[in-house]
């Protein structure tokens, strides 16, 4: 079996995970703007996804691509300064398809934000909306940045494509008995 990883990136976090993932697994990794050919040919697709605003960035290009994307098997790694819990897979919920949501295997990855990259939008977004953030840790991140990547954490993104490189997939229905497996976003 064949995939390709197909990203969307903000400020390149995304990117760094994708091309970390690429260089662990042989696949080949696409700015989401120049992967509509590759999804044509690949058998599974890895999706990776920053969150911005409260939405996953991409969200546009998964549902355009939604037909050729449900028939394959589908991991998503999503890339975000709040990690795996009840918001972050609300913000999933309001991004994406419940179907695709269902059928792909999710893994929570840290992300990156550092203010001296920012544009002033966002910026200035970010620190209103920190602030005003209830929960405190996360109103002083989005002051302050953070910095969460973590290299060592794409490996059971890593150990899930090399099992599906394998063939194990294709034995499968994609979202029936190898839903969840090797997933990195605790109860989920
Ligand atoms: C403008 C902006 C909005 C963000 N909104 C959220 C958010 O709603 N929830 C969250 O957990 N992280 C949020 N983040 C943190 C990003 O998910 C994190 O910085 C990620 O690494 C960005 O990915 P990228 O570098 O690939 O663009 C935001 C970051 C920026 C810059």
Redesign the pocket.
Known sequence: MSGAIF???????????AHWIAKATGLEAFDMDDGAQALQRCDFVVL?C??????L?GSKWIRRHLDEISRKPVILFT????MADA??DG?IANSLPQNLIDHAHHFAL????NPKE?TLF?RT??IV?GLFNPDRK?GRE?LKG?D??DKASIQPVVDLIERWKSGEAAKAPPGHDTKNQGNASPGN
């Open positions: 990203y969307a990136t903000r400020y390149g976090s995304t990117r760094d995970y990776g920053p969150v911005i605003y409260h939405k960035l890339v975000s300064g709040a918001k972050l913000w840290g992300g990156r934000q920012l966002d977004m970010l909306g996360a989005e953070f969460f990547m």
